[in-house]
């Protein structure tokens, strides 16, 4: 509940990565190191989208709640209430998952 005291400004998108798997699908355990970085996040806040040429407002094509692949590196972290939240344009965002 701490990102509900940040709004996101512009085109950007607040998200939640998704926990590292610690055990394979074999039963081993798998160490912190060997671990991927977790490309798969829920997207907790979105800010109200982008100004253009004309003066029109440009939504933000996720919305909360949303399921979405982020980049390998990028995004900015945040820390609110000892939680790791990132901070990404909606633009990096590589694509959403379908339910």
Do not use: H
């Amino acid at each position: 509940m701490a990102f509900r005291k940040f709004l996101p400004m512009f085109d950007r998108v607040l998200v939640e990565r998704l926990a590292a798997e610690t055990v394979s699908r074999g039963g081993i355990m798998i160490p912190e190191k060997a671990q991927g970085k977790v490309q798969q996040a829920t997207v907790v806040a979105v800010g109200p989208g982008f100004t253009n040429k004309d003066g029109k407002v440009t939504p933000v094509c996720v919305g909360v709640g949303d399921k979405v692949l982020l980049p390998e590196y990028g995004g900015t972290k945040i820390v609110l209430e000892e939680k790791d939240y990132f901070l990404f344009r909606d633009g990096d965002i590589l694509g959403k998952y379908v339910e």
